[in-house]
């Protein structure tokens, strides 16, 4: 506990800050602690004494940055495939020479 007394107002404006942060946040591990001191020292709230509960919880904080990275590319995959899957050229098989339509079978 820093001492440093915050209204609401402050609160909903490092709440902000962090999120309009967090779209320029690398998905690198424990890259956003960097964004999180920049943000409270913004605010002049203090962060000598803070540094080492922002790194406890930056693990929680990276979990949830790659979750959700994995999701959105698993989500783009997924429905590029479904949008042009009709457009994609038959394979044709060594056994014989009529192509193979794997892309049905999926």
């Not at 709440?15 to 913004?42: H, K, M, Q, R, Y």
């Not at 997924?78 to 892309?103: C, G, M, Q």
């Amino acid at each position: 506990y820093t001492g440093v007394g915050t209204d609401t107002g402050t609160a909903f404006t490092i709440g902000l800050l962090g999120i309009l942060a967090s779209l320029a946040i690398p998905a690198v591990n424990s890259s956003s602690v960097v964004a999180v001191v920049i943000i409270l020292e913004s605010m002049s709230v203090p962060t000598t004494g803070t540094v080492g509960l922002i790194m406890a919880m930056e693990w929680l904080n990276d979990r949830v940055r790659t979750t959700s990275n994995a999701m959105s590319h698993i989500t783009c995959v997924l429905t590029t495939w479904r949008l042009s899957k009709k457009s994609f050229l038959p394979v044709p098989t060594a056994a014989s020479d009529e192509p193979e339509d794997k892309v049905s079978r999926v």
